[in-house]
C-alpha cells in the first residue's frame, strides 16, 4: 500500500487492528501498517441498500445529513453521540441473586 495514497485517501476506508478501530489514521501509523500487516484490517466504507438505510436512520435521529458521502469523517461523526451517551451511563453491578 503506497503510504502517501493511503494518507490522501485516509477517509475513505477504516482501518482496524488488535485492539479495535482506529479513528485517526496517521501518517506515522502507516508504517506500522507496512511492518507488521497481519495485525491490520482495512474495510472501506462502500455500504449500500439496507446497510445504508439504517445508518441514514442514525443520521436522521441524530438530525444529521443523509446527503453526505460514507467515510471515516461522517461514520464517526454518526457514532460519537451514541459512545458519548453510553460512557455516561452509570455502571450497574450485579448481585448474587440476578
Request: cysteine-free.
Amino acid at each position: 500500500m503506497d503510504s502517501n495514497f493511503s494518507f490522501i485517501k485516509r477517509d475513505d476506508f477504516a482501518i482496524f487492528d488488535e485492539d479495535g478501530y482506529i479513528p485517526d489514521l496517521l501518517s506515522d501509523y502507516l508504517e506500522m501498517i507496512a511492518k507488521y500487516p497481519e495485525k491490520h484490517r482495512i474495510k472501506t466504507f462502500d455500504i449500500e441498500g439496507v446497510k445504508l438505510d439504517i445508518f441514514n436512520s442514525y443520521r436522521i435521529f441524530l438530525n444529521q445529513s443523509t446527503d453526505v458521502k460514507l467515510n471515516n469523517v461522517s461514520f464517526i461523526e454518526t457514532i460519537k453521540p451514541f459512545i458519548v451517551f453510553t460512557k455516561g451511563l452509570k455502571s450497574t453491578r450485579r448481585t448474587q441473586n440476578d
